[in-house]
């Protein structure tokens, strides 16, 4: 069962760039079987999600929620949805302690993203999953997740981390039974009962396009462009993480295992 479980819509995050009819309808078009909502800070409402999933039958949709820490890093919340957790949201290790006393599941979202290193409780408190691949983990922090789970003993995970139908069908987890529930899925991502998939034939039209993307930034780096004034500029969408991994002189690719 191929399911994203790492996407956001306009409808409940900020930087959600297409709605959350759009995302699914991709969804369905890219062959996923399953999506998760993962909205920033806040879990759906179930008569909202149940109202969509009359809409479109044939893909389960569920709810998750994505965190950030008052370190600064994110973590995504499965198969725990309290109100409580809304409440404790900047405390990340009391976050993961409650979720999985409650029988769900917590995965660090695109670590090294924002900051070198990760909380240091994570040795004590572990996560259940580490995101591996998203269009928000390049090349160069790929492999310093992939080192973390390891460290931890976690099982990785392939996500979309979708702001826009365009991401949607890189990156997902294939598992290994059908779930029909949250609380299912959370139990999944404890056992590392899944595996992960990589379009590679699209995430390697997306480097070419990043690498074309980057050239133009450094162009207008060297003509001494902030950020705004870049993205301003591109006639496509481009993140300040990217921006900021040009201006730093790495090399911003996706990564495939």
């Known amino acids: 069962m191929r399911i994203d479980i790492h996407v956001h819509s306009n409808r409940y995050s900020e930087c959600g760039r297409s709605t959350p009819e759009e995302m699914v309808e991709q969804a369905i078009a890219e062959g996923l079987e399953a999506l998760v909502f993962t909205e920033h800070n806040l879990f759906w409402p179930s008569q909202e999600l149940a109202a969509l999933q009359r809409r479109y039958p044939q893909i389960l949709l569920l709810r998750g929620a994505e965190f950030t820490s008052a370190e600064g890093e994110d973590f995504l919340v499965y198969g725990a949805i309290s109100d409580e957790l809304i409440a404790i949201r900047r405390d990340a290790e009391a976050l993961t302690r409650r979720v999985q006393a409650l029988g769900g599941a917590v995965v660090i979202a695109h670590p090294y993203r924002y900051h070198p290193d990760v909380p240091a409780w994570l040795d004590a408190t572990p996560v259940d999953a580490v995101e591996v691949m998203s269009t928000n983990i390049y090349a160069h922090t790929a492999e ?82 902030d950020n705004e004034q870049i993205r301003a500029a591109m006639s496509e969408f481009v993140s300040h993480t990217l921006i900021n991994g040009v201006r730093a002189g790495i090399s911003m690719q996706r990564a495939i295992f």
Do not use: W
């Open 144 to 225: 310093k997740a992939r080192a973390l789970a390891e460290r931890l003993a976690r099982p990785m995970v392939a996500t979309s981390d979708g702001h826009h139908i365009d991401s949607l069908g890189l990156y997902a987890i294939e598992l290994h039974r059908p779930i029909a529930n949250e609380q299912e899925l959370a139990q999944a991502l404890r056992e590392g009962a899944f595996a992960l998939y990589t379009n590679q034939r699209r995430v390697a039209a997306q480097n070419d396009a990043l690498a074309a993307q980057c050239d133009a930034i450094r162009d207008l780096l060297a003509l001494d462009y």
